[in-house]
């Protein structure tokens, strides 16, 4: 799964996969100090066509 690195699939529900985020020069908001931002893992989801159908059939369905 997701801990060793590996995409993870529910069949009808969607896929989780790992993507790398580069390092970066960030900004500190509160003091607008530059800081370092190591590289890190984060968790990409792609939905199933199936599971993207079903909410769309209810168009009625708002925020």
Do not use: C, D, H
Not at 6 to 20: D, H, I, Q, V
Not at 22 to 39: A, L
Request: proline content about 5%; cysteine-free.
């Amino acid at each position: 799964g997701i801990a060793e690195n590996k995409a993870s699939e529910w069949r009808t529900f969607g896929r989780f996969s790992p993507k790398k985020i580069k390092e970066k020069m960030g900004r500190n908001p509160r003091t607008n100090e530059k800081i370092y931002v190591p590289e890190k893992i984060s968790v990409k989801f792609k939905m199933a066509k199936e599971l993207k159908n079903k909410i769309n059939q209810n168009e009625s369905y708002t925020n």
